[in-house]
């Protein structure tokens, strides 16, 4: 039965359930460290491509807004 929030953990059950999360971590296929860092750049660069660009339309809006409500 799956327990609820909230409920409490005699010291045996928490026991078996770090037993049973180890065993699970066991079975868990980690990335490369070169796979870490290809995808660690690639998303700073597309948070960056993406910065540029919400940037660009930031400046291109503001210069219409200007223009308008002059």
């Known amino acids: 039965m799956p327990r609820l ?3 409490k953990m005699n010291a045996s059950q928490l026991v078996n359930f770090l037993k049973e999360v180890k065993d699970e971590l066991k079975k868990v296929t980690w990335p490369t460290s070169e796979l870490v860092k290809k995808a660690t750049i690639a998303v ?3 948070t960056l491509l993406v910065s540029v660009y919400l940037w660009v339309l930031d400046i291109a809006f503001s210069r219409i ?3 308008l409500f002059r």
């Open 65 to 67: 807004i200007d223009y």
């Open 44 to 46: 700073i660069v597309f």
């Open 5 to 7: 929030i909230g409920d």
